[in-house]
């Protein structure tokens, strides 16, 4: 596609259940990115993937939280019993890998998830 | 460790005024400097930026330059418009591995006519 989507765009889910959020990069982009924007924290770095590897998790807040990516394309982020602090904001980017050096990030329009 | 501050907002201007919107970084490497723009109801978009010391990204009218002995990459444009009326993000990342943005915290502009 032209840009990066992310689906869905909203989700309202009670505190306790389990939720996926998807991110589809720009096609051929072999990075892809997980931000969380929030009102206490800012914007903030969770997980990177190069191709279907996590080589950098070191952003993700507990073990609650999870991503993969398949294909080297389509990925998700999954929240296991989700906490009231985890409404936010959630963020995809996707950049390409030239060389040794990462490209400029695009950005998804985000899924807003409200626990409640 | 790599951070960057930003000026707090938010910033209330009148159309045509000038704009400077400051921030600076700390890195430990060479990093990449950028400014991206929320406008209101959209995704993340990238304005501008810098990859290395002296240059000058610009876009829109708006410009920043990366200045290593300061530390600092500041936004400018001469003349806002209403439609200029967005969050500003200051953000840097290290360019190799991750590579991964920093951002600043956010700059909220308002342009009244």
């Known amino acids: 596609g032209a840009g990066v989507s992310q689906s869905p765009s909203n989700k309202v889910t009670e505190k306790g259940k389990d939720v996926e959020l998807r991110c589809d990069p720009i096609?051929?982009?072999?990075?892809l990115y997980w931000y969380r924007q929030s009102l206490g924290q800012g914007l903030e770095f969770l997980i990177y993937?190069?191709?279907?590897?996590?080589?950098?998790k070191s952003g993700l807040p507990s073990d609650r939280f999870s991503a993969e990516r398949t294909g080297g394309s389509v990925s998700t982020l999954t929240i296991q019993r989700t906490q009231q602090e985890d409404s936010a904001v959630y963020l995809c980017a996707s950049s390409l890998l030239a060389g040794a050096i990462q490209e400029t990030q695009y950005f998804g329009p985000g899924t807003r998830l409200l626990v409640l | 460790g790599n951070s960057v501050t930003q000026m707090e907002g938010p910033v209330t201007l009148s159309e045509e005024a000038f704009l400077t919107i400051n921030c600076t970084y700390t890195?430990?490497?060479?990093?990449?400097l950028f400014w991206y723009v929320q406008y209101p109801g959209e995704g993340l978009q990238l304005l501008l930026k810098a990859t290395k010391a002296d240059d000058k990204g610009s876009n829109k009218g708006f410009e920043a330059t990366y200045r290593k002995e300061t530390t600092s990459f500041h936004l400018e444009k001469g003349s806002v418009q209403v439609s200029d009326s967005a969050v500003y993000f200051c953000a840097l990342s290290d360019r190799l591995g991750a590579n991964n943005l920093f951002f600043g915290t956010g700059t909220r502009l308002t342009v009244i006519p």
């Open positions: 993937f190069q191709g279907n590897s996590a080589p950098d």
């Open positions: 096609s051929g982009h072999t990075a």
């Open positions: 890195a430990t490497g060479y990093p990449s």
